[in-house]
């Protein structure tokens, strides 16, 4: 019978593990299958994050041009507003160059080539008049600005101002026998597209492509309208070459696809292989046989399209400039993907499983099965603290019995000691998690105060202003009127009003010690929402609700909000637990407020307090459909919610000298930084301070540094991050600044 049996229990094994083999080989097929399927969008996610980086590369690169374009044409509008009295050096260098022409091929002293550009134009010196010369003198003011331009811009070819009085002052200089004006500058673009019929909004605008009248290849020009108050004047101009935005695309993904650069005309800009002329447009550039008119692809979202013959396109639309980014590349087969994952590893895998089912075949009862049993008794023993057996096992498995003894008595040992540590821990876990959530704490004294109200506004409020975090509004110790005011079940643990915040009813923290109880609460409800609002009434003596109950939140609160009782006519209870509050909040970490929310017409109290909210006559209970906080409670609210949001800080330092330590005037760069920071973050201010830096060329360099300060959210911060660096950066080339530096919440950055 027991032979019987034997030859039983291995036809059964022997059927179990061909079942599982074969339920392996489908599962493996199918994880093959799910795999391929999560490559694909593995690489689709890579391919639109690269490509949106590249889109904002390339970006920056435009925004350089329009920087420097709106700091041309504001200077050149500024200097209207004090135009010279005297003629300038530049101005005393021209000369007749020709038959009713003038220029500058002569370069006054201290001046070169390398500081001026050549002005030009038609008509006699002597008969220009006043206006004519004042803005021939702005022009040549301009010359400092075309000098950095072109060293700002990397592909940038020219620089020129071109007026509407028959000149213009083109940067780099070149001889009026070269190039001088002509009646048919009047015809291109850069000024045709900018004069007040074609550009009213007095904006900045960008050319076809052309091809360079001086050799320097294909190029396109960016351009803004000039006016003096509300005259135009003539435009300011950037010609670039397209080589650098070639050599962008060149580089992006090139052995798998085609990126191409394309205006709204169709001209193409930039391609991966084709060389440009100025014929050149974007069907050039589209794979034979793939039809975009299909697809009609508009580039407003981020987003893989397919297009036929197994193509894939990715386009967007570039921020500062009319041009468009697209991206074409061959799709691999799901087929393709399948196999090119499965390789040799799905070889691996089978001939492995075959070899598994014969050792497993040959394992006996004595090497395996009876020792993993021995071992699972030996294990289920030391759980509870008792002593194994003694059990004759294989001498391989004597070492793992006795590292299992090793390792629960170190367990046993390591328990006793993390109960010795627990509150340590607890307290560091508070103080990383504690700038975590916006916790605002009511504390009132009486019932009928309105708190369950003002409770509800600041969760609205908080909702409202991060609809991506969730945000709970809850009263402590649990209150059994909750359901009633909100018209909800009884039962419900968690109820979401339609303002936006949940309602929490969930108090079963199991048996535990009531001092342990609001520690445990917190826990709970900080791995769920990121916004909590909490209302509590004291209970009997002050100072022992507040020390039992709330101490233990003090340390997550970011502001306590003591709700006057409209009985406290003398002030006498509110002082009482303001001043125990006091005795355990820190004032640069908790901010506490008093409210009177006033719920009797004729009330008259002498208590001073920080926020007064007036009667409101006809003031509807919160329930759980949707309301709006009344007038009169809004400012408070939202003031006191404005204050724990703006916690960050941001600080831009604006030198005084360039070139290391030549002084300099800066304060047009300090009131172009409180307005980039104004715009960002709703307000900046600037102060003045003296520092000291290390310079690798000239050593310790003292001077007078502007900072420019802005408070900001959280979201804001991470928002706006980016753009702050970069304007940095762009301020460190015009200031000619080794490196710029930038605090964030009192740490030092250096750009």
Known sequence: MEKFEARQFTARYNKIMLYTFLAVLLVSALLISIQAISEAKNKNTQLIEQFKTEAIAIDNLIVRVTVLLDLMQNNAE?????????????????????????????????????????????????????????????????????????????????????????????????????????????????????????????????????????????????????????????????????????????????????????????????????????????????????????????????????????????????????????????????????????????????????????????????????????????????????????????????????????????????????????????????????????????????????????????????????????????????????????????????????NGFDIWNDFDLGEVPEEAESSLLMTKILNQYANIVMHATVKGDIDHFIDVYLEPLFRYTKAIVVMVPNSDTAGEKTAAVVKSIQRHVRQDQTTLYTILNRVNENLELDVKVNFDIPYIADLSPVTSAAFSIPEPAAKAINEIVERIERVHQICIFIPTTINIDQPFDSSIYVNRTMVFLGEKFGGATSSQARGVWNSDDSGIVNEVVHLVVSYTTEDDLNRFANEVIEFIKLLKDELQQEAMALEINKKMILV
């Open 78 to 498: 500024d200097f209207f507003l004090n135009p010279r009295t005297t003629a300038s050096i530049y101005f005393n260098g021209l000369a007749d160059v020709g038959t009713n022409e003038y220029g500058l091929d002569n370069i006054p002293a201290p001046y070169s080539v390398v500081d001026a550009g050549n002005l030009t134009g038609e008509g006699h010196l002597a008969a220009l008049s006043p206006t004519i010369k004042n803005e021939i003198e702005m022009a040549f003011n301009l010359n400092s600005d075309f000098k950095s331009t072109l060293k700002s811009v990397p592909n940038a070819a020219w620089v020129y101002y071109t007026s509407k009085n028959r000149f213009i002052n083109i940067y780099p200089w070149i001889p009026s026998t070269e190039f001088k004006f002509t009646d048919k500058l009047y015809k291109k673009e850069f000024y045709t597209l900018g004069i007040p019929a074609a550009n009213p909004d007095k904006t900045i605008f960008w050319t076809s492509v052309y091809l360079d009248e001086a050799g320097k290849g294909v190029m396109v020009t960016a351009a803004k309208p000039v006016y003096n108050r509300d005259e135009f004047l003539g435009t300011v101009a950037i010609d670039f070459t397209l080589e650098e935005l070639g050599n962008y695309v060149k580089a992006f993904r090139p052995e798998l696809g085609e990126l191409s650069i394309i205006n709204a005309g169709g001209q193409l800009l930039a391609h991966t292989r084709l060389p440009l002329t100025e014929t050149s447009v974007f069907k050039d550039a589209i794979p034979a046989g793939v039809n975009l008119d299909a697809v009609a692809p508009t580039c407003a979202d981020l987003q893989l399209v397919q297009l036929n013959q197994g193509y894939q396109m990715v386009c967007i639309q570039l921020k500062n400039a009319p041009w468009k980014l697209l991206y074409i590349e061959k799709n691999q087969s799901f087929l393709s993907r399948i196999f090119s994952s499965i390789g040799t590893v799905f070889v691996v895998l089978l001939t492995s499983l075959g070899i598994l089912l014969y050792f497993i075949k040959k394992i006996t009862f004595r090497e395996f099965i009876y020792p993993a049993a021995s071992l699972v008794r030996h294990i289920s023993k030391q759980g509870v603290g008792d002593k194994a057996p003694n059990r004759r096992v294989p001498a391989a498995w004597l070492p793992w019995f006795a590292k299992i003894s090793e390792t629960f008595q170190q367990n046993r040992n390591l328990i006793n000691e993390i109960k010795q540590k627990n509150t340590e821990l607890t307290d560091l876990n508070i103080a990383l998690e504690r700038y975590m959530p916006k916790f605002i704490l009511l504390v009132s004294l009486d019932e009928g105060c309105g708190a369950t109200n003002i409770g509800s506004y600041f969760a609205s409020s908080l909702a409202k202003n991060s609809i991506d975090k969730k945000t709970v509004y809850m009263e402590y110790p649990a209150n059994s009127h909750m359901s009633a005011a909100f018209g909800y079940d009884e039962s419900e643990r968690v109820h979401k009003h339609i």
